[in-house]
């Protein structure tokens, strides 16, 4: 079903709606295609540059049916397994963070405002408190 973007009200803006009603899948599939082959591409890189047996597509990206289609034709072309979890879990991850802290909101965990951020740390992984710190540790 054809919805309203950006790109279909920029267009209307400047172009008859039945115009904007052919062009916008076309636009809609190049992008696509444009944001998915590179994807694709460097993950064939790393697979057979680091001897990968298997990829785990996650996030929001891997609910997108073209990419699972074409990260599983190339993981059977080259020999990796492209895993993805069902479409109903991939979300975006600054979903994935809130529940996060939700979690250690419920286990009595507060921080304040001058909290640091680190963008690669496991969820036991605390390094940006120090002990006896204010919200103490998880």
Same mark, same amino acid.
């Given at each position: 079903?054809?919805?309203?973007?950006?790109?279909?009200?920029?267009?209307?803006?400047? /172009?008859?709606? $039945? #115009? +904007?009603?052919? !062009?916008?899948?076309?636009? @809609? =599939?190049?992008?696509? *295609? %444009? /944001?998915?082959? $590179? #994807? +694709?591409?460097? !993950?064939?890189?790393?697979? @057979? =540059?680091?001897?990968? *047996? %298997?990829?785990?597509?996650?996030?929001?990206?891997?609910?997108?049916?073209?990419?699972?289609?074409?990260?599983?034709? %190339?993981?059977?072309?080259?020999?990796?397994?492209?895993?993805?979890?069902?479409?109903?879990?991939?979300?975006?991850? %600054?979903?994935?963070?809130?529940?996060?802290?939700?979690?250690?909101?419920?286990?009595?965990?507060?921080?304040?405002?001058?909290?640091?951020?680190?963008?690669?740390?496991?969820?036991?992984?605390?390094?940006?408190?120090?002990?006896?710190?204010?919200?103490?540790?998880?």
């Amino acid at each position: 079903s054809w919805r309203p973007t950006s790109v279909s009200r920029r267009l209307s803006s400047t /172009a008859p709606p $039945p #115009l +904007v009603y052919q !062009v916008v899948p076309y636009l @809609a =599939a190049s992008f696509e *295609a %444009a /944001a998915i082959e $590179p #994807l +694709v591409r460097r !993950v064939r890189a790393a697979c @057979a =540059a680091e001897d990968v *047996a %298997a990829v785990a597509v996650v996030g929001g990206v891997a609910a997108n049916r073209h990419l699972r289609d074409e990260m599983a034709r %190339a993981g059977a072309a080259d020999g990796f397994r492209a895993v993805f979890p069902p479409p109903g879990l991939c979300t975006d991850h %600054a979903a994935m963070i809130a529940a996060a802290g939700a979690r250690l909101l419920a286990g009595g965990v507060r921080d304040g405002l001058d909290l640091e951020a680190f963008s690669r740390v496991a969820l036991d992984e605390v390094p940006w408190r120090r002990s006896g710190a204010a919200g103490g540790a998880p």
